[in-house]
């Protein structure tokens, strides 16, 4: 099986040691992603941002993508983001799980993590 990492540049991937995506076979793994901004609407849409060029680099798009799930500090958040989320997925709406947690700083307020299949 031939994997290939792709990396974004992101300060955390060199900290922690990992990359933005890994291509195994014909599956896609996105790892959790947080975006910039101030509000959960900006950091939704940043990170979506940053996964379709993970996606797009490993030649697929969001929708190739299977499963998402989404980690959020306040779960109460999480209805500011589904127009967003909605327009990204559109028609082809992945598998889905949305989890209440900590994330790795308070700053953020929401991380997306996606795995995809790519299309034949």
Known sequence: MTIKRIHSGGPYEEKIGYC?????????????????????????????????????????GFADVVRVTYMLPDAADFEQCWPILKNAFGDAPPAATMIECGLIDPKFRIEIEVTALLPE
């Open 20 to 60: 933005r995506a890994v291509v195994a076979g014909d599956w896609v793994h996105v790892a959790g992603t947080v975006g910039q901004g101030d509000t959960v609407k900006e950091q939704c849409q940043s990170a979506l941002d940053v996964i379709e060029q993970a996606l797009q680099e490993a030649e697929c």
